[in-house]
Each structure stands twice: as structure tokens, then as C-alpha cells.
């Protein structure tokens, strides 16, 4: 076994035992189950030089000696089924799907079967950047909190769009679409880590639900900048397919012609209910709500109701309160999941739903907003416009991000989702 920091820099020589250079570099080729070596990449001053691996007697950790002479090794680009392993790999971050957690390239590990080299793993330990950054190894184990090897078999590794010039997405350990398999709020914390670039392309992997699922647990900083860097089509899908109120805040964030062509974008419906809640001042009851609510007439049959809110479900914030609004819109009542439930599929909503609906105006402040939700215990709040047409709603978690510092909120269940 090998480890490639181990060898990078060692002295190459050759069969006359005549000093080639200094390795900086291996070239590996795909090949099952892993990537074979197929060349030495040498330093000789401002020369890079190519030694084809049939042409290397020995290679240990104190250096490498070929079996040709020196004048035979030349300057090549790698082919176009060849990777620069250390510059393609090394330093990488990498999705660790079941860890949740972003870990990095520090080291990769190699074996030799028979006459061949074979690329077998990676190592993500604290040890081994202490080894890149050649300390002595008593030093380094005393410094580093794990010093041993913490190997993923390459195996694990998705690098199947890995171009020739060691360029494209290395970041995964696991195939693509498993990432849609990891929460929401753990995607958000995984991609908080990763740098710009993997940032976006680890939104441009998933499905639009689920990256939309993603962005909304991302922290506010992050959204604006990471949309920023992606292709403005893939952007608008995302937004389109977040909350209204979750999209209307990250547009407000953006610069104005950035965000007008986003709205473009987007489809017609998201793009008119974001569009209206930019209209109202971003702390008012309108700047706060989403525009996702369930919502049944008032001559509906309990059974009608339940249909309805079947019909709903996948496309409103909360079912835990459904509200009443006749044909212009105007809210006339609510009534909870459970009074649905337990009502007789032929009663009549009017005739069970709570008339007295606590609401607020668009204008209303953050204070009256925290203050009705803590004292009557409300899941959501309704916000009303000019003749009490139903406008939105804010739900308690919206209420909470008003009080509670973002850090503190996010341990907290989503009740809603």
C-alpha cells in the first residue's frame, strides 16, 4: 500500500540511476473496480515529463527508478482517457451522504497488484493533511486529534462526469440521485460547507422539490449567493418551486435586475403571488406571509371539504386550519383539521366553522403578529386586506423566525411539512 503524499516530490531516477526529476503527479485511467496508473508525472525545472508506467521498475516511498534512460522520457498532454490524480482529487470535498457532513480529500491511498497500480481509496483524516503538510510523523500524531488513516474506498465515489482536464463534479460520494434520500435541513448544512461552485452544483443535481426544500433551510447569506452562481434557468425552477413567502424574501436579497428576470422566469402563478408580497414592506404582516393556504366554501358538505383539502394538501403550508372564504374571497370562518375530521360528511361548513376569526391587516407590525399567535396559541394567523379578503396567512414557525435567533429556530421540528 502507498499513500500518494508519501510519494509526490521523491526522487525519480533512471536505469543508469541518473536523476529524471521529481514526481509531482500520477495519470490514472477508469477501470473496474478501480482507476489503474498509467503514467509518472515528473518535474524536471520548468519541464513536465511523462513516464509511462510500463516503464517504471520500482517505486517505494524514498523514490522511483525506470527501467529506460532519462533522454527517452518526454513532455505529453494526458490522454484523453487520463486524469492527473493528486491535481483532480486532492483537497476535494466530498458529500458524505450517511455522515451528513461535507469531509475533504487529504490523501489517496494506492496498491499494487501484480505489475499494476490501482487507486483503492481516499484518506479524510486530520493525519493525513498533517502528513501533506510534511510535518514529521511523531509531530503530526501528537497535533492531529485522529492521526489514523479514515479511508473511503474509492468504490463510493461518483466521478463519473470527471473530464480529461481533471474538471466536473467530484463532490459525491454517492450517486446523484441519493441525495434526495437526505433531509432538507441536513442538505442545507452540508452545502454551507462546500465552496461556491460545489454549492451550486450540488443544486443543479437534485430535483427542483427537493433543491427548493434545501434552500429554504439554508441560511439567508448563503441563499442570494448561491442562486447567484447558478445558470438563471436552473435559479428560476428553484424559486418557483419554494414557499411564496420563503421566495419573495431570498428575491428581496437579490440584485433588482437579477430578481426581475428570475420573476421572468418563473411560473406565472409563483411569479404573481411573489411579485405581490414584494409589494408590502418586508417586516408587515403582507411581508411576512405565505399565500399557500387551504381553503373550502362555506356551502361545502364536510365531505366536499375533506375532498377539497385532499386536492390542497400538496400545495399549502399548513392543513392544520382551513379557512372559510366565500366568492369574492372574504374570510368568513375557519375551521380546524379536527372539526373536519369529526364532522358528519353531510353537515354544512357554515354551520360548524368559528365565525370569529382573529386576523390582522398587511400593515400589521412583528410585535401584534408575536403577540396574537403566543396569546391565543394560534398553528397560523390569517392576514387580511381591504374588505377582509383573505391576503395569507403566517404560520407559527414564520412567527418564531421574528423572535428567535435563526440558529435557535432551526432546532426546532417543522411541524408544518
Not at 520500482?58 to 513532455?75: D, K, P, R
Not at 461535507?102 to 498533517?130: C, E, H, K, M, W
Not at 422539490?209 to 439554508?218: G, L, N, R, Y
Not at 357554515?350 to 403577540?371: C, H, L, N, Y
Request: proline share 6%; net charge negative; charged share 30%.
Amino acid at each position: 500500500m502507498f499513500l500518494l503524499s508519501r510519494l509526490l516530490g521523491q526522487p525519480v531516477r533512471d536505469v543508469e540511476h541518473k536523476s529524471v526529476g521529481s514526481l509531482v503527479d500520477m495519470l490514472i485511467v477508469r477501470s473496474q473496480p478501480y482507476p489503474l496508473v498509467s503514467a509518472l508525472v515528473i518535474r524536471n525545472r520548468s519541464r513536465r515529463l511523462v513516464a509511462p508506467w510500463r516503464s517504471v521498475a520500482s517505486i517505494e516511498e524514498s523514490g522511483c527508478i525506470l527501467s529506460v534512460l532519462a533522454a527517452t522520457v518526454g513532455e505529453r498532454q494526458p490522454l484523453a482517457n487520463e486524469l492527473p490524480l493528486g491535481d483532480t482529487f486532492l483537497d476535494r470535498q466530498l458529500v458524505d451522504r450517511d455522515g451528513r457532513k461535507v469531509i475533504r480529500v487529504n490523501d489517496i491511498q494506492l496498491s499494487r497488484t501484480g505489475d499494476d497500480l490501482f487507486v483503492v481509496g481516499v484518506d479524510v483524516s486530520s493525519g493525513a493533511l498533517l502528513r501533506r503538510l510534511g510535518l514529521p510523523k511523531a509531530v503530526g500524531e501528537r497535533l492531529a486529534k485522529r492521526p489514523r488513516a479514515n479511508l473511503i474506498d474509492w468504490r463510493t465515489l461518483d466521478w463519473a462526469e470527471v473530464s480529461s482536464q481533471g474538471t466536473g463534479d467530484v463532490h459525491l460520494t454517492v450517486p446523484r440521485g441519493d441525495l434526495s434520500l437526505v433531509h432538507p435541513a441536513d442538505l442545507a448544512d452540508i452545502v454551507h460547507e462546500l465552496a461556491p461552485e460545489e454549492r451550486a452544483a450540488v443544486f443543479e443535481a437534485l430535483g427542483d422539490e427537493v433543491a427548493a426544500d434545501a434552500m429554504e433551510e439554508m441560511h439567508p447569506s448563503f441563499q442570494a449567493a448561491t442562486l447567484l452562481d447558478m445558470p438563471v434557468e436552473e435559479a428560476a425552477r428553484i424559486v418557483s418551486a419554494m414557499s411564496p413567502d420563503d421566495a419573495a424574501d431570498l428575491l428581496a436579497d437579490m440584485p433588482e435586475d437579477r430578481r426581475e428576470r428570475l420573476i421572468a422566469l418563473m411560473e406565472k402563478d409563483e411569479a404573481e403571488d411573489v411579485t405581490e408580497l414584494l409589494s408590502y414592506p418586508e417586516h408587515s404582516a403582507g411581508g411576512i406571509m405565505t399565500t399557500e393556504f387551504a381553503q373550502v366554501p362555506p356551502d361545502a358538505t364536510a365531505g366536499e371539504a375533506l375532498e377539497l383539502l385532499r386536492e390542497q394538501s400538496g400545495e399549502v403550508e399548513t392543513v392544520y386550519y382551513i379557512y372559510v372564504l366565500d366568492k369574492s374571497e372574504r374570510l368568513k370562518g375557519v375551521i380546524s383539521l379536527r372539526d373536519l375530521l369529526v364532522a358528519p360528511a353531510e353537515r354544512r361548513v357554515r354551520d360548524f366553522m368559528t365565525k370569529d376569526v382573529i386576523s390582522v391587516p398587511t400593515g400589521a407590525g412583528e410585535e401584534e403578529i408575536t403577540q396574537l399567535i403566543a396569546k391565543y396559541n394560534l398553528l397560523a394567523l390569517p392576514v387580511v386586506g381591504e374588505k377582509n379578503v383573505l391576503r395569507g396567512i403566517i404560520t407559527v414557525d414564520d412567527a418564531i423566525d421574528l423572535v428567535l435567533p435563526l440558529a435557535w429556530k432551526k432546532r426546532l421540528p417543522r411541524i408544518f411539512h
